[in-house]
């Protein structure tokens, strides 16, 4: 089941949720933000979950740690929202979801162009080279005695830099930027939530291997990284992600296991 309330669709909706475990799309021409959407409609996504909230033009998209997400049209804009008790997953495993997100965009990322060095940042940015190419921000909402892990996800597809502010344009890249032509957003779509799913079972069946997977993908891992958490600013060797996720950065005095935090620098 899938639900458009637009004039021409540009996604393919029936095609989503032939070819995925989706079984209902919420789907807006255009939306403040799809996470947004996602936790003002929880209940009624939460009935028909996995469900997605999609967008081709988000004008208020959010990132982490409250940080506006910027995006211009032709970029690929969603949110995927699933019932906790549905993912086969104990709540401590829970905080690794939001890298096992960053593997599966890499993962479909990679499916489409299979040549293109897509790395990870800790927790789950893809960059190309030192460029984001994909923001994800998950979150957790309660309603009515259920839990909901939304899953946002914004990647840089058919939009270019050229139109993003500068701060932004000059860390950032697009895959038409990239390749020069546009690429299909329904078949990315497909292959993210296909991947998205293959990723989660994983951290039942295979935790070390997605964390190993996690450490060799990510930029991070032998650099000097400025961490940001609320007021405390951390500066340190980054000596990869612990089994519980946190990035663990070595500073002269001591070793700082990270949850979360921005990452402001790294050399
Ligand atoms: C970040 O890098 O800080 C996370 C960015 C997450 C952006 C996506 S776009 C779809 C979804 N809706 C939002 O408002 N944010 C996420």
């Known amino acids: 089941m899938a639900k458009a309330r637009s004039l021409q669709c540009t996604f393919d909706l029936e095609r989503i949720v032939a070819d995925t475990d989706v079984r209902y799309i919420e789907y807006h021409d255009t939306l403040k933000s799809t996470n947004t959407t996602a936790v003002e ?44 008790a549905d993912l086969p997953l104990t ?29 990870l940042k800790w927790p789950n940015d893809v960059l190309i080279g030192d460029r984001k190419v994909c923001g994800i921000l998950v979150e957790q909402h309660a309603v009515a005695q259920r839990q909901a892990v939304i899953i946002g996800i914004g990647v840089n597809v058919n939009n270019s830099l050229c139109d993003a502010p500068m701060e932004i344009a000059q860390r950032a890249t697009s895959l038409f930027d990239l390749e020069g032509h546009s690429f299909d957003l329904t078949s990315l ?74 990452v402001v620098q790294w050399n």
């Open 189 to 262: 779509l497909i292959l993210i939530l296909q991947r998205l799913r293959l990723r989660i079972n994983q951290l039942t069946t295979q935790p070390r291997l997605a964390l190993a997977e996690t450490n060799g993908h990510n930029v991070l891992t032998g650099r000097i990284v400025t961490l940001q958490i609320g007021d405390t600013t951390i500066t340190g060797l980054c000596v990869g992600i612990d089994d519980e996720g946190q990035l663990v950065l070595q500073t002269e005095q001591q070793v700082h296991r990270c949850a979360s935090g921005i």
């Open 41 to 84: 409609l929880l209940g009624p996504l939460l009935d028909n979950a996995p469900a997605v909230v999609l967008t081709p033009k988000q004008t208020a998209g959010r990132g982490r740690k409250g940080n506006p997400w910027w995006s211009s049209g032709g970029a690929l804009t969603f949110s995927w929202v699933v019932d906790a």
């Open 91 to 119: 709540s401590e495993r829970r905080p690794l979801i939001s890298l096992a997100a960053g593997l599966a965009v890499r993962d479909a990322l990679l499916d489409m162009l299979p040549n293109c060095p897509f790395v």
